[in-house]
């Protein structure tokens, strides 16, 4: 490249107006459009009055967004109000990075780790049932004195996949285990015993413990990807798991939270303007300029540095005081079914 292109290229970089989505939700949802889509259709398809609560929920999830800053660092996040709902694309995304910060140092604790699937035969009957045994089987199954004797602890999730041959639903369980060695035959007859039938097990040692983390995080948030799945099946999906528990813990990971808490400097986040305001304000406001750059390339910004003058000036304007901790580290993050 030679130095008038270079030259040619940054005088068109610095003179293209930066230009942001006006709500925070339509700048997040762009990496999820498709699964946003079809949940927000399986959801619309619900008719039942209980479930608009969660459809207006879902609607305006990161719609109010505000940027913080930190009075120690001077680091810049963006928090938003979320609906929390369990199919949320946007919120499981928000709940993988969570668990998987749980998971990972316990995994990296476990001295021998092993990834245990357990599967149900294939069957026709309706997905509600199929679920209910197979959690009933699994509680029946930790309680064998062969498992009892040789598992210390673990991590379980639910997980679900439809086979386009057959039109069956596959739910199984996958769990990480703080065990010793335990054979596979061994484990394939009880399950069989357990379950009536359902031989399907597999078991193995984890060589990569932060890895396998991160699957199970990955995977406990979110069971099934809807985009995968024809609308029918969606309806039937969500329906079936509705108030059902998909990951759970026991023995050495007990202690390990599934819900998000409150951080220990979430006092030290301060509202520094609204997302609309800043993005807005781009163009035409250093300081909007200012905490949007600093954002955008993870750098701190300088305190004092806030879009009161604009938002103030506003005489209807009431800044959305943020009564949560910045996105990545929502207070409480309960799922909704
Ligand atoms: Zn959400």
């Not at 490249?1 to 107006?17: N, R, Y």
């Not at 086979?163 to 069989?192: I, R, V």
Request: glycine share 4%; with cysteine; aromatic share 10%.
């Amino acid at each position: 490249m030679t130095c008038d292109s270079t030259t040619s290229l940054e005088a068109q970089e610095t003179s293209t107006p930066l230009s942001m989505p006006e709500s925070y939700r339509a700048h997040s949802v762009t990496e999820c459009a498709d699964e946003m889509q079809a949940t927000r259709s399986t959801y619309g398809a619900l008719t039942d009055k209980s479930w608009q609560k969660r459809i207006d929920s879902l609607d305006s999830c990161r719609c109010r967004a505000w940027f913080v800053r930190n009075i120690e660092t001077g680091d810049l996040r963006v928090a938003a109000k979320s609906c929390k709902l369990r199919w949320c694309p946007l919120c499981s995304k928000k709940r993988q990075w969570f668990l998987i910060q749980q998971f990972k140092p316990w995994a990296e604790s476990v001295s021998k780790l092993k990834f245990l699937t357990l599967t149900l035969k294939h069957s026709d009957a309706p997905l509600k049932k199929q679920v209910l045994d197979l959690y009933r089987f699994f509680l029946n199954f930790r309680k064998l004195k062969y498992l009892h004797d040789n598992v210390f602890g673990g991590v379980w999730f639910f997980q679900i996949k439809k086979s386009k041959a057959t039109g069956q639903w596959h739910p199984h369980l996958h769990c990480l285990l703080d065990s010793n060695f335990m054979a596979q035959d061994k484990l394939s007859q009880l399950w069989c015993r357990t379950t009536l039938g359902s031989t399907i097990i597999d078991i193995r040692s984890v060589s990569d413990s932060g890895k396998i983390a991160e699957y199970v995080g990955r995977y406990a948030a979110r069971p099934s990807c809807l985009i995968d799945l024809d609308p029918a099946d969606r309806l039937d999906l969500i329906t079936a798991l509705h108030g059902r528990r998909l990951v759970g813990t026991w023995g050495t990971a007990k202690e390990l939270p599934l819900t998000m808490q409150k951080p220990d400097d979430a006092n030290d986040w301060k509202y520094i303007g609204g997302w609309s305001t800043v993005c807005g304000m781009l163009n035409y406001d250093d300081n909007a300029n200012a905490i949007f750059n600093a954002w955008r390339k993870g750098e701190p910004l300088d305190p004092g540095i806030t879009m009161d003058h604009i938002e103030n000036a506003i005489s209807d304007y009431t800044p959305y005081i943020p009564k949560e901790p910045p996105e990545n580290r929502q207070l409480y993050f309960k799922f909704k079914a």
